[in-house]
């Protein structure tokens, strides 16, 4: 099962008479065509059908006030922190394939890095609208900032939320410069292309004068390196930071110190199965096989078993250091979850997230494209069910019974949900309509097609 840096997939690509071409062609011609292919028109319909949906949820929200969601005490924290801590975690993915494999040398990496750097940024976009929306007075976010006001209030510097806006934001703005500085060559490419003059124009001012000269590659390069080096502490610390949330309270079923490294492997978990959900209907649509080949599909699949496997470990781990521990109060807390009102939130993320990635044992499973689908949807599903148990289950049964309640989702909840992923798939597809879906100057550089080409 182990992934070698020297494993070259891309033994697909036909010989042809200039296999460097051949590679631009099949990603420019994507940007490049008069009009997308009819799946795309379809997608984008439906994505701008559930954006409408969640700017009309918000707006009702704002309107009628946070009474509209299911949030009540004792679980104030509903579906907007689930939401928040979902998206995040599936912005993972992107900088680990970008930054980490870039660092370790894993050449599978360079077919599936740009569109998961591109994910990274919407669904960290996602994520962003939660905490803004869900203070009770979302037009007054920028309280949340440390900057002066006519209140004279500063922020609680020792509260993790607070950690959550300035690690967040961190990432997000290392995650856009990484994507940005890695599509500027292949910006380069789509301006020499240009057929009309407004996108000789648009892509000549996004490529910054890029002429690939020796002297602009070797700066490229350096840049490109320190980037993923700040990237990726930054895989490691945000999602750590995003579970002080909950590790940092005394509720029982939160206060533990497992939360970072767990919900850093559910992260990646999740994000790589999204890119999967993303890469499999790709490569068919836009003609990408000869460069997301079934070899990255098949490598991306031994990832996601092995964190799943990680996430079930954790799992297991949670119960015995709840049992172990002799607190009442957690024991309570973990066998509420596996066998009180939530149980079924509670056995269906133990399907979704430990037994269904099981399957990629089986090399005709990992090779399979509507199984990688599949088991993508489901461990997305699994992840986002993960994230409900841990918040609504501990947050419905406390201390004291008399302070129970229950949790009842109400239809605004479940618009917002989907809507946020009609904000995550609208910029999606746009990103794959105008910009370049795969690094076109790391593709070639990994290509033996196009290296015995360039020798002959």
């Known amino acids: 099962m182990a992934i070698a840096s020297n494993i070259n997939p891309y033994q697909g690509i036909p010989k042809g008479d200039n296999p460097f071409a051949q590679i631009t062609d099949n990603v420019a011609r994507v940007a490049e065509a008069p009009k997308p292919h009819i799946v795309w028109y379809i997608s984008f319909g439906f994505a701008l059908l559930l954006l409408s949906m969640f700017g009309g949820s918000i707006g009702w929200m704002i309107w009628n006030g946070i009474g509209v969601w299911g949030n009540m005490m004792p679980v104030a924290w509903g579906f907007p922190i689930v939401n928040f801590v979902f998206w995040v975690g599936i912005g993972h993915a992107g900088t680990l394939i970008s930054a980490i494999l870039f660092l370790l040398r894993q050449n599978w990496r360079t077919a599936i890095n740009r569109f998961a750097e591109a994910m990274t940024i919407f669904a960290v976009i996602c994520a962003a609208s939660f905490p803004g929306i869900h203070i009770g007075r979302p037009w007054l976010p920028y309280w949340m900032f440390p900057i002066p006001n006519q209140m004279g209030m500063w922020p609680q510097f020792r509260s993790p939320l607070e950690w959550d806006v300035f690690a967040v934001g961190t990432y997000a703005t290392v995650s856009i410069l990484f994507w940005y500085m890695g599509m500027i060559p292949d910006f380069a490419s789509f301006r020499d292309r240009a057929t009309s003059t407004v996108r000789r124009v648009a892509y000549g001012i996004v490529a910054m004068g890029w002429r690939g000269s020796s002297r602009q590659w070797h700066r490229y390069e350096r840049a490109y390196l320190l980037l993923a080096a700040f990237a990726t502490p930054l895989v490691l610390s945000v999602h750590s930071v995003v579970s002080f949330d909950f590790a940092t309270s005394q509720l029982p079923g939160w206060h533990t110190t497992i939360f970072p ?91 979704c997230n430990v037994v269904s990635p099981q399957i990629f044992w089986f090399k005709k499973a990992r090779t399979n494209v509507w199984v990688t689908l599949l088991v993508g949807v489901i461990v997305n599903v699994g992840m986002w069910f993960e994230r409900f148990v841990i918040i609504c289950t501990s947050l419905t049964r406390d201390f004291l019974p008399s302070s129970w309640g229950a949790f009842i989702p109400t239809p605004v909840d479940y618009m917002t949900l989907s809507g946020s992923f009609g904000l995550f798939f609208t910029l999606f597809l746009l990103f794959c309509r105008y910009l370049p879906m795969c690094a076109i100057s790391e593709v070639k550089a990994f290509n033996p097609a196009a290296h015995e080409h360039a020798h002959h």
């Open 261 to 351: 490294p767990y919900f850093v492997a559910g992260a990646i978990f999740g994000g790589f199965a999204m890119v999967q959900v993303l890469a499999v209907p790709a490569r068919e649509f836009f003609g990408l096989k000869r460069i997301i080949t079934l070899r990255h599909i098949e490598l991306m699949n031994k990832v996601i078993l092995a964190t799943g496997m990680l996430v079930g470990y954790a799992y297991a781990m949670e119960m015995f250091i709840a049992w172990y521990s002799g607190a009442l109060y957690e024991q309570f807390a973990f066998l509420n979850r596996a066998f009180g009102n939530f149980a079924w939130a509670y056995w269906t993320m133990i399907f």
